[in-house]
């Protein structure tokens, strides 16, 4: 099963917009110490190593023993706050990042934490091996380490701060180097059982039953980690863990695993509360994508035709059951620094659908139908399955005829992103703070076939490219911040690919479960300060 | 003794047959699905082209369809399963860690639903015809209509949630350190519910053919002449009646085991239970073909070990059997 298999929803729209701006959740209580954290874990991550597999499913373990060099924060300057770096400065050049660390950190194993970890980290692991460290650190070049505690990254090309800056969150997990630096790094036991300076030191791992965390005594910040053990209970199935929350067996259940349609029922049992915050750094993008190698599907005509046939509002309202926000374009809402909502829009409109697609010269015939198309909604999240139906009779309406195509995870991932054999599908891509680590991708040109979640539908606009190249070497965070806002213009006005809602996940937590969803990463963040009243 | 000998000897030479059928169909039917261990990897990660071919070169899934089932085959014959992509661990310590799972609870369940069923079975069958026989087999015949999902997802409700007396899956309490004696009580609890959901299903099937199989009995001369000799009813049920009735119901058990594997990938995830049916439905997901292949592999053994020990008791048990095929 995919790690994302049951990821699913987030806030109301309205919520999602104002989240950012919303500060952490207050029932501000006395942290008490000690206890055990029981929560359902719905898949199994192989490799636990945040450093090589920057993904929710490893960090939803893995971020509470290895940690990064800052976290996400909804009130601290550029949104974060500082982890094992105290500090991060830019050059103006573009040519270097400083980083100042913290002293007197220790590794799980005792030995201390240096700038030497760092570097190696950077340039042995992030750069080579991680899936996206491989694009955001592609030119670094150099670490210098002048004492312990400063980091100096030299980069070979100039590239933006405001890119370095915004990746630390999900990019910048540090490992040991005296654990890592014998033998292959992909090979190293620790892969499987981390070595970290997080608060929560890996216990044991019991294949398809349970992973087992515990305190971290020689933990840096003060009187942190609250709690004596996380346990992860594994739970497969999408509905035990609705059910093992009622009887107490578990008190915390995250990234949505207790299914939107339950959380109605869920809400009303006494003793548990549902929590859509804690994700704004972690949201999915419900969007159509288009195979421009269709004739039909070129014509941007066509393609606006489709945009005006889907009712967003009634797509959130029906398959999210309101936990989404409706989308306009690349960028998601609720994002605080590129997002613009001065685009061109597409409001529903079966008329206007019609004309346009009679404009673009395919008529209705006698029986209804315009041209056929194969719709290949991506099976990772039920909500892209119910959207992919939905669209589906959106399109009959304007006399497109969609036959639907289903497919298991990796059976899709190979006909749309390396076969090309669809001409509409339906993805979900993670907005990740920037658009430069995975956004602009979905529709650059000229990608290689296979890689998953990029322009493979065979797009290719010069004008979009060049703004692509040009934003990806501004330096200045306005200028670049500017362009990227050109880029959502862009996108909306040529639709390379539709955008059409975005959405992030639920937690359902026991009422005693306190400090939740105090970050916008909450769920894959440290846990350092969470606790167990009563 | 010769005869069971002769009869385990033509067995095993028929099972490696079986085995490579097997092992070639299951490879190949893998490979007709769409997308790879990588495909089903990059799921969860994204990654650039380079990331991807390296992943395809350190997996071994860069060399050819032929190449890799004739390693694989190879490999096999020096008894090695290989190593599990998802994994990066050696097939058979996976597939051990979880085979004595899905033993106990396969164990247990057919345990259940051939005792209880074939004990109801004779109970019913002891008078055809009666208010408790047609009662027992409209009651089976429901239960086998009903999906085991659904009625391991009743129990949980009942008795895992709203009375709280059973826990809601698992195999054992989480970290809990217990051994010996505690332990062992702690896995019978946490057992319950699952043995039950998959017992229940072949429960029936059970009742249905023991009470069948003693309605047929009833009609024979030699029952006929045994009532006529002044048996008790007691004696003529269960010597007579019963004991010709068990007879389908032992070639029943060695089927059912391989229906109850299957059975076992849908509980185990609806349960929670760390065994070789998940295991399965996992390695599916994930295009670890290899895995899959082991487990099937260990899979088809198991049927077909407990296939052999049904029939040498059947030769035992009815002399007609073994006679036949030794001397042909």
Redesign the interface.
Known sequence: ????SRRTLLSGSALLLASTAMPAFGWAQTPKKGGRL?LAADSE???LNPAI?????VFFISSKIVETLAEASFDGKDGLEPRLALSWEGAADGLSVTFKLRDGVKWHDGKPFTSADVAFSALQVWKP?Q??G??VFKDLAAVDTPDDFTAVFKFAKPTPFQLIRNALPALSSVVPKHIYEVGKI??NPAN?APIGTGPFKF??Y?????Y?LTRNADYWGKDEPYLD?I?Y?????R??AA??L????IQLAAFSAVPLADLDRISKVPGLKVISKGYEGLTYQLVVEINHRRKELADVKVRQAIAHAIDKDFVVKTVFLGYAATATGPVPKNDPQFYTADVPTYPFDVAKANALLDEAGYAKADDGKRFAVKLLPAP?FNETKQFGDYLRQALAVIGIDAEIVN?????????VY??HAFDLAVGPPVFRGDPAI?TTILVQSG??D????SNQGGYKNDALDALIAKASETLDTAARTDLYKEFQKEVAADLPLINVAEWSFISVARDTVGNIANNPRWAVSNWADTYLAG | MTRALTLIRRRLVGSIFVLLIVIIGTFLLLEAAPGDAVDAYIVSTGGDAGMIELLRHRWGLDQSELTRLANYIWALLHLDLGQSVTFSRPIRDVILERLPTTLLLMVSATALSFGLGSALGIYAGAKPGSLRDRFLSIGSLALYAVPGFWLGLVLIVVFAVDLRWLPIGGIESLASEKTGFARAADIAVHLVLPVSALGFIYFALYLRMMRAGMAEAWRQDFVLAARARGLSRRRVVFAHVARNALLPLITMLGLQSAQMLGGSVVIESVFAVPGLGRLAQEAVASRDTPLLLGIILTSAVLVIAINLAVDIAYAFLDPRVGASEAGA
């Open positions: 099963m995919s790690d994302i029981v991550p192989r490799n597999v920057a993904s929710n499913g091996l899936n996206l491989r694009i992909e090979d499987n216990g044991e019991k294949a398809g039953q349970y087992k053990e346990i209970q594994v739970l497969p199935d509905t035990s059910a093992a009622e009887a107490e067996e990772y497919n298991d995870a990796p059976a899709h991932i190979k006909a390396t076969d995975s990608i290689p296979g890689v998953p979640f």
